[in-house]
T-cell receptor, first 117, second 114 residues
Framework: EAGVTQFPSHSVIEKGQTVTLRCDPI?????LYWYRRVMGKEIKFLLH????????ESGMPNNRFLAERTGGTYSTLKVQPAELEDSGVYFC???????????????FGPGTRLTVL | AQKVTQAQTEISVVEKEDVTLDCVYE???????LFWYKQPPSGELVFLIR??????QNEISGRYSWNFQKSTSSFNFTITASQVVDSAVYFC???????????FGAGTRLTVKP
């Protein structure tokens, strides 16, 4: 079974440009999460989709970040315009059920390393 | 508020030594979930264990063992007879019963030297 995949693995852009990150969850996983790790700090939650609906977007830092999950399959995270402080690793995770409703966990992708110059 | 503290930023040991990675958490929830993930140099986060708050049994899986102590709000991870392949960043994480996001610690970078 394929795991969570993310594209691209690395992205280097200049301040002010736009970048779109993609996440393909494990097939059949309705729950999709975005996290990011900035400057070697802790990994922080950004938002949670259940199918195509945003269940919780309390972690989104500002309105320069837009996440979508059209059709409830893959998800994109767009940063527009990118700022220097957006540099970091963006992780996507998926799960069949929410944590509290199962004995399972969230399965993480390899992350996208974003560098804003 | 929920918080996870991994006070050890980096640990370096020599192969075959035992090593314990500390994790202390804070939560007001009576039901919560604790996790450990391993991030090898390849970058992906590899799930190691999930522990529910109502299950304080310690767990052993091969060379790995976990000590869950609710009295001290700790969920420590011990690697016995460490190997070079254990070198990675290890993250402890916490999730409350009513939320689906994980709160991660800052991670501990473990280096096992031959």
């Amino acid at each position: 079974e394929a795991g969570v995949t993310q594209f691209p693995s690395h992205s280097v852009i200049e301040k002010g440009q736009t970048v779109t990150l993609r996440c393909d969850p494990i097939s059949g996983h309705d729950n999709l999460y975005w996290y990011r790790r900035v400057m070697g700090k802790e990994i922080k939650f950004l938002l949670h989709f259940v199918k195509e609906s945003k269940q919780d977007e309390s972690g989104m830092p500002n309105n320069r970040f837009l996440a979508e999950r059209t059709g409830g399959t893959y998800s994109t995270l767009k940063v527009q315009p990118a700022e220097l402080e957006d540099s970091g690793v963006y992780f996507c995770a998926s799960s069949i059920y929410p944590i509290a409703e199962s004995t399972d966990t969230q399965y993480f992708g390899p992350g996208t390393r974003l560098t804003v110059l | 508020a929920q918080k996870v503290t991994q006070a050890q930023t980096e640990i370096s040991v020599v192969e075959k030594e035992d090593v314990t990675l500390d994790c202390v958490y804070e939560t007001r929830d009576t039901t919560y979930y604790l996790f450990w993930y391993k991030q090898p140099p390849s970058g992906e986060l590899v799930f190691l264990i999930r522990r529910n708050s109502f299950d304080e049994q310690n767990e052993i899986s091969g060379r790995y063992s976990w000590n869950f102590q609710k009295s001290t709000s700790s969920f420590n991870f011990t690697i016995t007879a460490s190997q070079v392949v254990d070198s990675a960043v290890y993250f402890c994480a916490l999730s409350g019963w009513n939320n689906n996001d994980m709160r991660f610690g800052a991670g501990t970078r473990l280096t096992v030297k031959p």
